[in-house]
């Protein structure tokens, strides 16, 4: 069973060579692939302008969606939330954003977490495993399937960001192959100015993604301004110290292209990092790099284990007044779907213990 080939995980080009070593035209490849990736079915039996022979063939040997939605989640804001099982039945979640105009989704790259930053619920999960490419495209798929219905073309444009559970750059070449795929304009052709992925600092993959053309934009989450702070919210820091990461960040700054984007990330914790001691150490942090790159200020979302608290309003407009007044240029994001826990990682770890023990059972 498990050695079946998940063809969503497949280019086009990979696709036709598949049915050809079934003995079958390279048009029955294309054919799969827009199937697959253009009306987003997930099964072969939905396949109906394929011969029966070749689907009865394809199930023996393929899968068309490996992935299963365990639970979803409907916020008031429109929010959706899904809970997904991999075939081996780990916890994938995924996020779909509607705004006015275009929709988010929020996708995860790895089920768990390697990386230990002490405010996020995913972290307590450890790392279960990577994602394939397949896993990674297929949560793109049910999302809009979802949201509008099986190959409905979305009214608005999608946008992707990895930023769900796991470190994308901790899984590089299934994200970028995941990423090329979707860029497929046969497919579901969202090209990589459309995605966002965020990096909790893996700085050889940041000196990679320098040298890469057609890549997706950037987004590094800080957290804090100095190593002592860093270490202690995100131990990661302890293999690539701030310095080390903004000589980078300044090496990737330097690789922008026009319509690129390169953003840090600042997650408000109440009392923590939050000072305006915290905002100046942040901006002259940014200015000695020479770093021009916009900060957004993320709300924390609350989740009970974890012991931290979002700022108040005052204090996220105090630490942006103080990081404009040294040149910086700032923005708020606004919490969204916070009523169903739609933060970096928090749905999968609080089902930790149904979801891992149904993986027992
Ligand atoms: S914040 Fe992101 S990188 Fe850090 S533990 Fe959570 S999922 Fe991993």
């Excluded at 991999?86 to 995924?94: C, K, N, R």
């Excluded at 002259?284 to 009970?304: E, M, Q, S, W």
Aim: with cysteine; charged share 25%; hydrophobic share 40%.
């Amino acid at each position: 069973m498990e050695q079946r080939v998940d063809l969503i995980g497949l280019s086009e080009t990979e696709l036709v060579s598949f049915v050809e070593s079934l003995g079958e035209p390279a048009y029955r490849g294309r054919q799969i692939f827009a199937a697959l990736q253009h009306r987003r079915l997930r099964s072969f039996d939905e396949m109906t302008d394929l011969p029966k022979k070749l689907r009865a063939r394809l199930k023996e040997v393929a899968r068309a969606s490996s992935l299963t939605v365990a639970s979803r989640y409907l916020s008031a804001d429109g929010t959706r939330r899904y809970l997904m099982k991999t075939h081996d039945g780990l916890p994938v979640e995924t996020v779909f954003i509607p705004e006015e105009h275009r929709d988010t989704i929020c996708f995860s790259s790895q089920s768990g977490c390697p990386l230990q930053c002490t405010f996020c619920l995913t972290a307590q999960l450890g790392l279960l495993r990577s994602l394939t490419p397949s896993e990674i495209v297929e949560q793109v798929l049910i999302a809009l399937n979802d949201a509008y219905g099986t190959g409905v073309k979305p009214p608005r444009g999608t946008n992707l960001v990895g930023m769900g559970a796991g470190e994308p750059f901790l899984n590089f070449d299934s994200l970028l192959k995941a990423l090329r795929i979707m860029a497929d304009r046969n497919g579901l052709f969202i090209v990589p100015n459309r995605v966002t992925i965020s990096t909790a600092g893996i700085v050889p993959r940041i000196l990679d993604l320098a040298k890469l053309s057609d890549r997706p934009h950037l987004a590094i989450s800080l957290a804090a301004p100095t190593d002592e702070l860093r270490n202690e919210l995100m131990p990661i820091n302890k293999r690539w110290p701030l310095e080390h990461l903004l000589n980078a960040c300044k090496i990737f700054e330097q690789s922008l292209k026009p319509g690129e984007r390169f953003t840090f990330e600042y997650v408000m914790l109440a009392g923590v990092n939050d000072s305006e001691e915290h905002a100046r150490q942040l901006a002259n942090l940014l200015n000695r790099h020479g770093l021009k790159a916009k900060v957004n200020l993320i709300p924390h979302n609350p989740a009970d284990p974890l012991p931290y608290q979002p700022s108040p309003e005052q204090t996220v407009a105090r630490f942006k007044d103080v990081l404009e007044a040294k040149g910086i240029q700032v923005y708020v994001r606004r919490p969204r779907g916070r009523d169903i826990f739609a933060a970096c990682g928090q749905l999968a770890a609080r089902q930790e213990r149904s979801v891992l023990s149904e993986v027992a059972t």
